[in-house]
């Protein structure tokens, strides 16, 4: 059973462009949730998607956008990437019972 | 709003001593409580949970006592291995199931042989 897979597993962009992560949920779950890891620091909610709809969202700007598909994948946006956009970022899934939450690897972002 | 302190690290350990990392929250309701480690180069782990008070989660030799009283989640192991080493976040969740994850910053235990 395929747990959840994020890609790219690095990438490296440029200040002022735009990126799109991917994550595939395990097997089974039908919500998605993505954090910001800076280095050093605990995971931050970035925002939660579930029907194909953003449940809930942290305090991160607009520049941070998401999508869910049919499939329950899902990616995430940034545009207009800042320097303090580095970090690694996870994609977590769940089911609706039980609630426990399940991370991929992360992808590791680095602008410059 | 929901937060979690935990102790700072780093925490260094010679292998079989008895580790306790601290963890205390503020959250609303009743919140459901998790540990979870990240070895170099990885994801997370989910390494244990509590969803109500004085529940015992335990995994691995690892176990973490939910006490409402003293809003604390501490965990503990009686025999850490190198194999331990890795970071550690106390994290929870509040508000209804399947709502955000609030972690700590994180605690680097080394254990050394």
């Known amino acids: 059973d395929a747990g959840v897979t994020q890609s790219p597993t690095h990438l490296i962009k440029t200040r002022g462009q735009q990126v799109t992560l991917r994550c595939s949920p395990k097997s089974g779950h039908d919500t998605v949730s993505w954090y910001q890891q800076a280095l050093g620091q605990g995971p931050q909610f970035i925002f939660q998607y579930y029907e194909e709809e953003e449940r809930q969202r942290g305090n991160f700007p607009d520049r941070f956008s998401g999508h869910q598909f049919p499939n329950y994948s899902s990616e995430l946006n940034v545009n207009a990437l800042l320097l303090g956009d580095s970090a690694l970022y996870l994609c977590a899934s769940s089911a609706s019972s039980p609630h426990e939450q399940y991370f991929g690897p992360g992808t590791r972002l680095t602008v410059t | 709003g929901d937060s979690v302190t935990q102790m700072e690290g780093p925490v260094t350990l010679s292998e079989e001593a008895f580790l306790t990392i601290n963890c205390t929250y503020t959250?609303?309701?009743?919140?459901?409580l998790f540990w979870y480690v990240q070895y170099p180069g990885e994801g997370l782990q989910l390494l244990l949970k509590a969803t109500k008070a004085d529940d015992k989660g335990s995994n691995k030799g690892f176990e973490a006592t939910y006490r409402k009283e003293t809003t604390s989640f501490h965990l503990e192991k009686g025999s850490v291995q190198v194999s331990d080493s890795a970071v550690y976040f106390c994290a929870l969740t509040s508000g209804g199931s399947n709502y955000k994850l609030t972690f700590g910053k994180g605690t680097l235990l080394t254990v050394n042989p």
């Open positions: 959250a609303t309701g009743y919140p459901s």
